[in-house]
């Protein structure tokens, strides 16, 4: 099992519409996750941090389900400018390890 | 600006080339991490530096060389690379701790001859 997994997609969504990404990862002891944002022969950027409780920052929202292992990103009306690589990604709290992993992403389009 | 530069950021070279990549960070943190990125593949771990010394080697071949002389400064000395080694190579840093986010550079785009 992957330690870290998406659906690839692509999602296509018209602007406008509210589409949502899930992750699941392995390691039942990951203390932080994240979702970063790529947008195509750029680097990753972080979205925004996930929390326990859930957590929103304008359109988009995060939530996490430690029972499950499951972490989701909604977006909200959705603008052309959302199209990018969503990549789901979590700390794996290995003795000495510092490195976050990162799942392979999840490609939106948003078409006009 | 995520305070994280790469240079150069575009590299061709041919096999028996030696040749480096420069990463310095702006942003006070401790760790610094060298990731690989080919086409239609996720992100994968090279190697982590935290306060200069290198805390993880995952498995790199020894083609690929890193070194890390402060904090501030990563550098990965690339000698007889494959065609299979052509990638984006990017550089990131924290603070250091378990649950910090890291900030990436823009990255070498790397192609082997």
């Known amino acids: 099992r992957k330690e870290v997994e998406q659906d690839p997609g692509p999602f296509n969504v018209p602007e406008g519409a509210t589409v949502a990404f899930n992750c699941t990862y392995s390691?039942?002891?990951?203390?932080?996750f994240f979702w970063y944002r790529q947008d195509c022969r750029k680097e990753p950027k972080l979205l925004m941090s996930?929390?326990?409780s859930g957590n929103e920052d304008g359109r988009f929202t995060a939530q996490l389900n430690r029972a499950s292992q499951y972490i989701s990103l909604l977006i909200r009306d959705s603008k052309l400018s959302d199209s990018a690589t969503y990549l789901c990604?979590?700390?794996?709290?290995?003795?000495?390890?510092?490195?976050?992993?990162f799942g392979s992403g999840t490609r939106l389009q948003v078409q006009p | 600006e995520t305070g994280v530069t790469q240079t150069p950021r575009h590299l061709v070279m041919g096999m028996t080339n030696k040749k480096s990549l420069k990463c310095e960070q702006h942003?006070?943190?401790?760790?610094m991490y060298w990731y690989k990125q080919s086409a239609k593949k996720p992100l994968e771990l090279m190697f982590v530096?935290?306060?200069?010394?290198?805390?993880e080697n995952n498995s790199v071949p020894s083609r690929f060389s890193p070194e890390c002389p402060n904090s501030s400064h990563l550098f990965l000395h690339l000698h007889t690379l494959q065609p299979e080694d052509s990638a984006l190579y990017l550089c990131?840093?924290?603070?250091?701790?378990?649950?910090?986010?890291?900030?990436f550079g823009p990255g070498t785009r790397l192609t082997v001859l």
């Open positions: 942003l006070g943190h401790n760790a």
């Open positions: 990131a840093s924290s603070s250091g701790l378990v649950t910090d986010t890291q900030y």
């Open positions: 990604v979590v700390n794996n709290p290995t003795t000495g390890r510092r490195a976050l992993t």
């Open positions: 996930v929390y326990s």
């Open positions: 390691n039942s002891a990951s203390q932080s």
């Open positions: 530096y935290n306060f200069k010394e290198q805390t």
